[in-house]
């Protein structure tokens, strides 16, 4: 059974770096062709990509956001952090992750909010 | 990137009746293994995104057999054969054929 539970700060303060956790199940992220998305949807709005990492430990960045994003894996706790460098109130939003398995995004996690004010 | 752009963005629909979504996209999103990047999400209220159709046509397991998905190319469609109330929700597609994913504003479905 394949799960996905987002993890980090509820609120940050606007400069701040946000850090994210993504703890998975039922897979392995050293499985070739299996990677892990991290998305995001700010209130009311639609759906906008951020980042990727690969089985491979290839990372893909969002062009408009690539200078405040790092994403990471720990293989071995079944972990993928992401962070986020300089926040502002126009970063609050749901922050999600998801599965890719080879050619589909089939699972993803319930969401966390993050809310960025002072 | 590739910009994706769904109609109507409000659907409502009579219990029974049939509904149909729209996607274009900018680019052609039919790779050259024959396959077209496109799938459909259905986000019900307070949930996350959950997949319907991959790969424009293929649903998704345990996906009920009146969602189907069609098209090739720029446009795109999901059609829902016969409306239930547990279809209330907002509908996107997203394009997985570049890895910088994008997806369309969203259908919002409503019960009439």
């Known amino acids: 059974q394949v799960t996905l539970r987002e993890s980090g700060p509820a609120l940050v303060k606007p400069t701040q770096t946000l850090r994210l956790t993504c703890a998975f199940s039922?897979?392995?992220?050293?499985?070739?062709?299996?990677?892990v998305s991290w998305i995001r949807q700010s209130p009311g709005k639609a759906l906008e990509w951020l980042a990727r990492?690969?089985?491979?430990?290839?990372?893909y960045y969002s062009t408009s956001l690539k200078t405040r994003l790092t994403i990471s894996k720990d293989t071995s706790k079944n972990q993928v952090v992401l962070t986020m460098t300089k926040m502002d109130p126009e970063d609050t939003a749901t922050y999600y992750c998801?599965?890719?398995?080879?050619?589909?995004?089939?699972?993803w996690g319930q969401g966390t909010l993050v809310t960025v004010s002072s | 990137d590739i910009v994706m752009t769904q109609s109507p963005l409000s659907l409502p629909v009579t219990p029974g009746e049939p509904a149909s979504i729209s996607c274009r996209s900018s680019?052609?999103?039919?790779?050259?293994?024959?396959?077209?990047?496109l799938d459909w999400y259905l986000q019900k209220p307070g949930h996350s995104p959950q997949l319907l159709i991959y790969?424009?046509?293929n649903r998704a397991s345990g996906v009920p057999d009146r969602f189907s998905g069609s098209g090739s190319g720029t446009y795109f469609t999901l059609k829902i054969s016969r409306v239930e109330a547990e279809d209330v929700g907002v509908y996107y597609c997203?394009?997985?054929?570049?890895?910088?994913?994008?997806f369309g504003q969203g259908t919002r479905l409503e019960i009439k």
């Open positions: 998801a599965r890719m398995d080879g050619e589909i995004y089939d699972y």
């Open positions: 039922g897979f392995s992220l050293s499985t070739f062709g299996m990677c």
């Open positions: 990492i690969d089985w491979d430990d290839d990372k």
């Open positions: 680019q052609s999103l039919l790779h050259s293994n024959g396959y077209n990047y």
């Open positions: 790969l424009a046509s």
């Open positions: 997203m394009q997985a054929l570049e890895t910088s994913l994008t």
